[in-house]
């Protein structure tokens, strides 16, 4: 049936698995045969367990406008193919400010609060990086 190799205490034992009915396996171990009685079947899962972690109570103050500066990064590596905005112009939450490719597909970037945008950090053809800083909207 089954062949495995132990090491138990610094000792090898080539142990094969000849028969395995109810609770008993017949093994055998280094060329002896023992009938070995399991106690309790063992079960382990391949799926891996999520746990979430509590999500904190939400304060009225995270529920109003995002004031000061915001700062657009890049969800992911790719090449800015368009930027439809430049530094002065007003920008609503939600707008489309530039758009990047990333693997052969195009991705609008949008602006993350209402505001001006006071900074562009990147220019059209320029490749960038997971988290790089495109735009400053103030």
């Known amino acids: 049936m089954k062949k495995f190799?132990?090491?138990?205490?610094?000792?090898?034992?080539?142990?094969?698995?000849?028969?395995?009915?109810?609770?008993?396996?017949?093994?055998?171990?280094?060329?002896?045969?023992?009938?070995?009685?399991l106690a309790q079947e063992v079960k382990t899962t391949k799926t891996p367990k999520l746990v979430r972690s509590g999500l904190a109570p939400t304060k009225i103050d995270a529920l109003k406008p995002a004031v000061g500066l915001s700062k657009?990064?890049?969800?992911l590596p790719?090449?800015?193919?368009?930027?439809?905005v430049k530094v002065g112009d007003s920008v609503k939450?939600?707008?489309?400010?530039?758009?990047?490719?990333?693997m052969k597909m195009e991705n609008n970037i949008l602006a993350e609060q209402d505001g001006v945008v006071s900074k562009i950090l990147v220019a059209e053809g320029k490749a960038v990086l997971q988290g790089d800083i495109l735009a400053e909207i103030q």
């Open 78 to 84: 790719g090449l800015i193919i368009h930027i439809k």
């Open 93 to 102: 939450k939600g707008q489309v400010i530039m758009t990047m490719e990333a």
């Open 5 to 37: 190799k132990f090491k138990i205490q610094g000792n090898e034992y080539d142990v094969q698995v000849n028969s395995f009915e109810d609770n008993i396996a017949v093994v055998e171990v280094n060329g002896s045969i023992y009938q070995v009685e």
């Open 72 to 75: 657009v990064q890049s969800p």
